[in-house]
C-alpha cells in the first residue's frame, strides 16, 4: 500500500500552466504503475495519464496529449502532472492514484489521493 498526496491545484486562466505533484509514501513506491485521472462535476472520473515502472509505459488521454506531461522521480517517491495550455474544459479534481498492474483502467488502480481541485476560467 501507498499513501498519496496531491497538490499544485488551483485557479488558472485558459492558455495558463500548472504543475501537478503526487507525494508518495509507503514501500516499493517505483514498483507501482503512477496514473493522473480526474472527475468533472457531474461526469465519471477520466484516465489522463499514466506512467510505468520502467518509464516504457507512458500513455495519455486524447484529449491531453501533446498539452500535457507526466513524469516521476523515484528517489523523490514524486509523480508529476505539467499541465501546459490548459482549456476550461480542463476543469475537475485530478487524483493521482497507484496499481500493481501496468494499465489505464480506472479499476485497477487501488491507491488514491485525496484530489487536488484545478480550475481553468476563460
Known amino acids: 500500500q501507498v499513501q498519496l498526496v496531491e497538490s499544485g491545484g488551483g485557479l488558472v486562466q485558459a492558455g495558463g500552466s500548472l504543475r501537478l505533484s503526487c507525494a508518495a509514501s509507503g514501500r516499493s513506491f517505483s514498483s507501482y504503475t503512477m496514473g493522473w485521472f480526474r472527475q468533472a462535476p457531474g461526469k465519471e472520473r477520466e484516465f489522463v495519464a499514466a506512467?510505468?515502472?520502467?518509464?516504457?509505459?507512458?500513455p495519455y488521454a486524447g484529449s491531453v496529449k501533446g498539452r500535457f506531461t507526466i513524469s516521476r522521480d523515484n528517489a523523490e517517491n514524486t509523480v508529476y502532472l505539467q499541465m501546459n495550455s490548459l482549456r476550461p474544459e480542463d476543469t475537475a479534481v485530478y487524483y493521482c492514484?497507484?496499481?500493481?498492474?501496468?494499465?489505464?483502467?480506472?479499476?485497477?488502480?487501488?491507491?488514491w489521493g485525496q484530489g487536488t481541485q484545478v480550475t481553468v476560467s476563460s
Open positions: 492514484a497507484a496499481s500493481r498492474l501496468i494499465t489505464i483502467a480506472t479499476s485497477a488502480y487501488d491507491n
Open positions: 506512467f510505468g515502472r520502467s518509464g516504457a509505459f507512458t
